[in-house]
């Protein structure tokens, strides 16, 4: 079936360093894309999204890169910080009308000082 | 800022029991949503609920499940009897308009079944 997957579960950076947090999604009629960090013990949070008739977006420190061609979703984050360690995951909706969020699996961003 | 407040932080109950997770959304929000989290897995959607009723559910939210807006600010989710497999973390959220990032989590209630 359809599915938004992430390819590499774990990410060690070090602090000041350029994350690159990558996502594969497989739904064609996706047209919306969002990137949630979670912290541990909280919530989702809202990080950035994208809209399928972009192909980047930038937000502070964090930029969001739509390649449709090979279904690809990437994160990027700037000079990385270790308040950034956290569960990265982005998530599809927008196909077969429903705008409900399909969660990837998640890539757990690791900060080193 | 606005948060979504859930509660309560964690629940232990016996297996076969009923459980009510509450969640307070951000008031001027329409839409509602119920997602849980088992251990180290993905954030899974369970259902929405928009002017009082249903709008969307996945094949998580079987008969066991039920969600309510009892007044005016308060979200419940109703697990029947409980099994040991809804162990999890069951996050609320909101948003103002569906099809849109806003969407605000809750930081979740811990749910674990004995």
């Known amino acids: ?113 | 800022e606005p948060e979504v407040t859930q509660t309560p932080s964690h629940q232990v109950t016996q297996m076969g029991q009923e459980v009510i997770l509450r969640c307070v959304p951000i008031s001027n929000h329409l839409y509602f949503y119920w997602y849980r989290q088992i251990l180290g897995q993905k954030v899974e959607f369970l259902v929405s609920f928009y002017n009082n009723e249903i709008s969307e559910k996945s094949e998580i939210f079987d008969d066991q499940f039920s969600v309510e807006r009892p007044d005016g600010s308060n979200f419940t989710l109703k697990i029947r009897s409980t099994k040991l497999e809804d162990s999890a973390m069951y996050f609320c959220a909101s948003s103002e308009a569906v099809g849109q990032a806003g969407y605000t989590f809750g930081s979740g209630t811990r749910l674990t079944v004995v």
Not at chain 1, 21 to 43: T, V
Not at chain 1, 86 to 111: D, H, K, N, Q
Request: glycine share 10%; charged share 15%.
């Open chain 1, 1 to 113: 079936g359809e599915s938004v997957g992430l390819h590499l579960p774990t990410l060690s950076v070090q602090e000041g360093d350029n994350s690159i947090i990558n996502c594969a999604y497989s739904n064609s009629a996706s047209d919306y894309f969002i990137w949630y960090k979670q912290e541990s013990g909280k919530g989702p949070q809202f990080i950035i999204d994208i809209r399928s008739n972009m192909d980047k977006r930038q937000g502070q420190r964090v930029t969001v890169l739509l390649n449709k061609t090979v279904k690809h979703l990437s994160l990027q984050i700037a000079a990385t910080q270790p308040g950034d360690s956290a569960v990265y995951f982005c998530a599809e909706t927008g196909s077969g009308g429903s705008y409900i969020p399909t969660f990837g699996r998640g890539t757990s961003l690791i900060v080193h000082p």
